[in-house]
């Protein structure tokens, strides 16, 4: 790899639920460290971790130039329900959409369907009268000598924060924003969220529930980045902080804490920006990237260098696989699959006797049984200990022994007892049930989004994902696995690629039989000016790259889909372009078009980035193969013969390109391990990577 000339230190640090991961690139080196997560204050973490790395490098914290920071405190948040204490203020008659949702079942049969509850009771609800309809046109005015008692009644109640969601207020905000001028001024105090800026787009109920998400956590996520950004100073940072977004560009400390929704899903984000990097990096146009760290496991397809996007997704979902059981949020973001199957989820026996694993996670503290950290439920990482995969002593680079005889005692009591099991075969059992569920959650990602998932390059990367990724290619019939460097800190590396970079989406119906360009190009040019100074903040002076598309769909159809648009001031005679485009969107999906039905634009989307630093990989020469001598050997359990058999264990900082490894064999480094099964060989090619080939039969 060459890094451009010059290049200052740069920082990405990514908190996850278990472990707290950072990367440096300085002066042409990469270095990563990773520690235990802090939950109690996770600025702990943050900065215990990036001393020691700033230690290893030689560099003090005024020699950093950037520091990119994702976290999953906004998602955990939500999901725990340890947010603020909010309230909604919406349309008299409306108080009850985050509740009647879309009224239908994500589980036709389930007579004892269970229902994500509101992030908002129902007591804390409170309609207020104006309305406004779907044109924008003030039907019934604000009644703002009401809201004088209301404001006390949310003092009374100590409200934290307040969401206000009104109806039809993406096309006029005129209402939302008095009604938080006034709150503002008579409750100084009171965090204010509207839903006409967290989510300017029609369907009300995606729309107020991402503004009760958003109040939700913005006070804690605003406590917790100004708690942060005061440590960075007191240590003597003072470079710019800037903020992952789900979405995978990068934004400031200010738009993160007035827009604390929109850092939901930003670690994971940084992933799959880390695989599209690999990806541009080998050439590879179908990419599978599977990022599986200590709490969950992340699947993205990659597609032609570029991860798949949506604008909407679901957090907290109750049942596992159903799309409906979760609680919707309508954000920019990176599409993937999430499932809590990492190495700390917790193992058990159903009461039919069957194995299940997660979603629950030991997490950090008191962490998988062997971390002797009082953890006594089995985890997945215990399994993989018990398997022989994982060496118990130089687990982390050494600075963590494993306690083998806590975990054997958690699985014999939980699994192996109960079913009957030697110990082996029960954290096989645990194993497999982890890697049958991710490889499903890959099946089901790939045929919702109407993509194949076989024939693609599996891009494994995360503390525990090279552990699994040969088994989890064996269940998705894949032949070709790559384990890139720092592989273990993926996501850290990933926010380094990432660009400064701000999306807005605009709901605005238009006809294509009735194109109004002048409308199309006034909306563009307001969404530029609001884009331009929040990416401006990080980006100075530098050009701007601006794209744009479209959410369109056939008239009377009930969903659109994404559309992308010429970048340039639009005319009335581009409605055939527009039109000539969805149809080709269309066609690529469902493989046909619908003749003689018009075509109308719901929203439309404008990304304005800056350019990132380009990692630029030079011309690499095929490397010679040679046979490495091991490091050592170890008992292994092999699932085939079930028995322990002697495997070659490697030094990944020991072996050149070129490097064969038949399977089976372990590669070993400081944050992670990879598995080289019997039905793969294993080779370092050109750029250092561990590339995982099926063996032909």
């Not at 049930?433 to 890959?442: F, P, R």
Request: charged share 25%.
């Amino acid at each position: 790899m060459v890094w451009r000339e010059g290049s200052e230190a740069r920082l990405g640090v990514d908190i996850g639920g278990t472990f707290t991961d950072v990367a440096l690139e300085s002066a042409g080196r990469r270095l990563s460290a990773k520690i235990l997560t802090t939950p109690e204050a996770p600025e702990r973490a943050v900065l215990e971790v990036m001393r020691r790395v700033l230690g290893e490098a030689g560099l003090g914290p005024a020699d950093l130039s950037i520091i990119i920071h994702g976290t999953t405190l906004a998602t955990n948040a939500i999901i725990e329900r340890k947010g603020a204490k909010t309230a909604l203020l919406t349309t008299e008659g409306f108080r009850d959409t985050i509740e009647i949702r879309h009224e239908n079942r994500f589980e036709q049969y389930d007579v004892n369907i269970d229902l994500p509850p509101p992030l908002v009771p129902r007591r804390l609800r409170f309609p207020v009268r104006e309305r406004i309809d779907a044109r924008g046109r003030v039907l019934v005015p604000l009644d703002e000598p009401a809201l004088m008692p209301l404001a006390e009644r949310l003092a009374a109640e100590e409200i934290e924060s307040v969401a206000i969601g009104f109806l039809h207020s993406f096309t006029n905000p005129a209402h939302e924003r008095r009604v938080g001028e006034i709150l503002a001024r008579r409750l100084p105090g009171l965090v204010i969220t509207l839903s006409s800026e967290v989510s300017p787009e029609m369907r009300e109920y995606e729309r107020f529930s991402t503004a009760c998400a958003n109040a939700y956590v913005q006070p804690l996520i605003g406590r917790y980045l100004g708690n942060l950004e005061a440590s960075l100073r007191q240590e003597g940072f003072v470079c710019p902080l800037f903020l992952m977004l789900s979405g995978g560009g990068l934004t400031s400390v200010e738009t993160a804490i007035r827009f604390p929704v929109r850092l939901v899903e930003s670690g994971p984000a940084g992933g799959a920006i880390f695989a599209a990097e690999i990806a541009r990096q080998c050439r590879l146009d179908k990419v599978l990237s599977y990022d599986m760290g200590g709490t969950t496991a992340k699947i993205c397809l990659i597609d032609e260098l570029k991860p798949q996007t949506n604008r909407a997704f679901e957090v907290a979902r109750i049942y596992r696989f159903k799309k409906g059981s979760g609680l919707p949020l309508r954000i920019p973001v990176i599409e993937m699959v999430e499932i809590g199957a990492g190495g700390g989820s917790i193992a058990r026996v159903d009461r039919l006797k069957r194995i299940s694993v997660g979603p629950d996670s030991s997490g950090a503290d008191p962490g998988p049984a062997c971390y002797g950290r009082g953890g006594t439920a089995p985890t997945v990482t215990d399994a993989d200990l018990l398997l022989g995969r994982i060496d118990p002593v130089g687990f982390s680079g050494g600075r963590m022994a494993l306690d083998r005889a806590a975990a054997e005692a958690a699985m014999r009591r939980e699994v192996a007892e109960p079913l009957g099991l030697a110990i082996e075969l029960a954290a096989l059992g645990v194993s497999e049930i982890v890697d049958e569920n991710m490889a499903n959650a890959a099946r089901v990602h790939a045929i919702e989004s109407g993509k194949d998932a076989r024939g693609r390059t599996l891009i494994a990367f995360g503390g525990a994902a090279p552990l699994h990724a040969a088994r989890m290619a064996e269940k998705l019939g894949l032949d070709r696995v790559l384990v890139p460097s720092y592989a273990g800190v993926g996501s850290a590396v990933g926010f380094l690629r990432a660009p400064i970079a701000y999306e807005i989406v605009r709901s605005a119906l238009q006809r294509l039989d009735m194109f109004e360009a002048a409308a199309a190009n006034a909306l563009f040019a307001a969404m530029r000016a609001e884009a331009e100074p929040i990416v401006r903040r990080g980006a100075g002076g530098v050009p701007l790259s601006e794209s744009r598309s479209a959410f369109m769909r056939y008239r009377g159809q009930g969903h659109e889909i994404a559309v992308p648009l010429p970048t340039r001031p639009y005319r009335d005679e581009d409605a055939s372009i527009l039109r000539n485009a969805f149809e080709q969107a269309y066609r690529r999906l469902y493989s046909r078009v619908i003749p003689g039905v018009e075509v109308e634009v719901l929203s439309w989307v404008l990304l304005l980035s800056a350019p990132v630093p380009a990692e630029t990989a030079a011309a690499m020469p095929v490397p010679v193969s040679y046979s490495p001598e091991p490091a050592r050997v170890r008992p292994v359990f092999d699932p085939e013969t079930g028995e322990f058999v002697e495997v070659a264990i490697h030094e990944r900082r020991n072996l050149r390109p070129g490097a064969f490894i038949p399977g089976p064999a372990v590669i070993v480094e400081d944050e992670t391990s990879t598995v080289v099964s019997r039905l793969f060989n294993a080779q370092i090619d050109a750029f250092g990577y561990i590339e995982l080939t099926r063996r032909q039969v």
